[in-house]
């Protein structure tokens, strides 16, 4: 199985927890509006991001797996983290990501 991101990586480096959720919730909600989520993947929105959330591949599409292998590190270095402007980074690097595929 092919792990995007988890929280307790992100706690474990000493990013405090409170933020480390509002970031997974804002990339779920992210993937929610877009229809990226599969069965699974809203079912873990709808349960409640916490600190043991997880971001990979039976969670997310095809189309979303293939975007964030590619482009998850840039977002990470994009946005502040537990910022905020999280869904417009993500939307600008999805539309720059989108316009280079054939």
Known sequence: M??????AWQIDGGVPK???VQHFKTVFEWLDKKNMLTEEGQEEL???IDECASLHERL???EA?????????????RVEYGGDE????LDRLYNEYAQDRP
Not at 2 to 7: E, G, N, Q, T
Not at 65 to 77: G, I, N, P
Request: net charge neutral; glycine share 6%.
């Open 18 to 20: 409170n933020t480390v």
């Open 86 to 89: 999280g869904a417009r980074v």
């Open 65 to 77: 797996l293939a975007f964030f292998v590619e482009r998850y590190d840039d977002y990470l270095k």
């Open 2 to 7: 092919r792990i995007i991101d988890k929280a």
């Open 60 to 62: 997310i599409s095809s």
């Open 46 to 48: 709808a349960d409640g």
